[in-house]
């Protein structure tokens, strides 16, 4: 493959925006600590009968945020795996409104997902509750978690109004899925 040859769907790869950057490095960081933490505990495990301590919790805290770091950038793509069976009879208008539905109760769950973890963070920090061998707060964690989720939430509700515009407005639809 030549320099001016493109990796199909590499386009969508790219960062759109430094807040979008951002997110993919928080994402790509956390990705490779969970791979680096698996590969030396692995090895120190069965090598040398020398975990990581506390690489367990390490990993557990490290997933979320790799997750809910993510969502808003699947979110705002449209990159969500989706069943496209019935997309033949979601043409035109039909699509158009099923698009809004669909963006809209997405809002909805995460909006509530996102209070429901200030309020398990609010709980957590109130009992001091602490990881097992790190002894870390565990709170911190559900903050974090929360907090992308509001900027899922942000992303969500720009996607709907976009939705309103192009149901009532007439705009044109932007490309991707549900």
Excluded: K
Excluded at 24 to 34: D, R, S
């Amino acid at each position: 493959m030549s320099a001016e040859q493109e990796v199909p769907g590499a386009e969508d790869a790219r960062p759109d925006g430094w807040f979008e950057a951002v997110l993919m490095a928080i994402v790509g960081t956390t990705i490779f600590l969970m791979m680096v933490i698996t590969f030396v505990d692995v090895v120190g495990r069965y090598g040398f009968n020398l975990p990581i301590p506390g690489g367990f919790e390490l990993i557990e805290f490290l997933m979320p945020l790799s997750i809910f770091a993510g969502m808003p950038i699947i979110t705002r793509r449209r990159a969500h795996i989706v069943v496209s069976v019935f997309d033949r009879w979601f043409a035109g208008r039909v699509g158009e409104v099923r698009r809004l539905i669909v963006d809209a109760g997405c809002l909805a769950v995460v909006a509530f997902i996102a209070e429901r973890l200030w309020r398990q963070g609010q709980s957590l920090a109130e009992a001091r509750m602490e990881s097992g061998y790190l002894e870390w707060p565990i709170a911190p964690a559900a903050y974090g978690i929360s907090i992308l989720c509001v900027v899922t939430v942000v992303v969500l509700a720009i996607m709907v109004v976009r939705d309103v515009r192009v149901l009532f407005g007439g705009a044109p639809a932007e490309g991707g899925g549900t």
